[in-house]
């Protein structure tokens, strides 16, 4: 390496660049996935409110859910 004159900063050598960080990508991904399921979950639970809902607004009484006999 040669001596820099006076005057100069000595270069100091180039270090490579870091190795690719896969965090930031993995990290958005989980992050999307939540939203994901939070809105998946929000549309069925809205949707089973506004079936209930029309029930009891066209005068019926007996709007419950019927679970099948196992």
């Known amino acids: 390496m040669p001596k820099p004159e006076p005057g100069q ?3 100091s050598p180039r270090r490579p660049p870091p190795p690719d960080s896969r965090r930031g990508a ?3 991904l989980i992050i999307a996935l ?3 399921g939070v809105g ?4 069925r639970d809205l949707t089973s409110a506004s079936k209930m809902q029309d029930c009891l607004m066209s005068g019926r009484t007996n709007c419950n859910v019927i679970e099948p006999a196992r």
């Open 26 to 28: 993995i990290a958005g």
């Open 40 to 43: 998946w979950w929000l549309v």
């Open 34 to 36: 939540l939203i994901l």
């Open 9 to 11: 900063k000595p270069k």
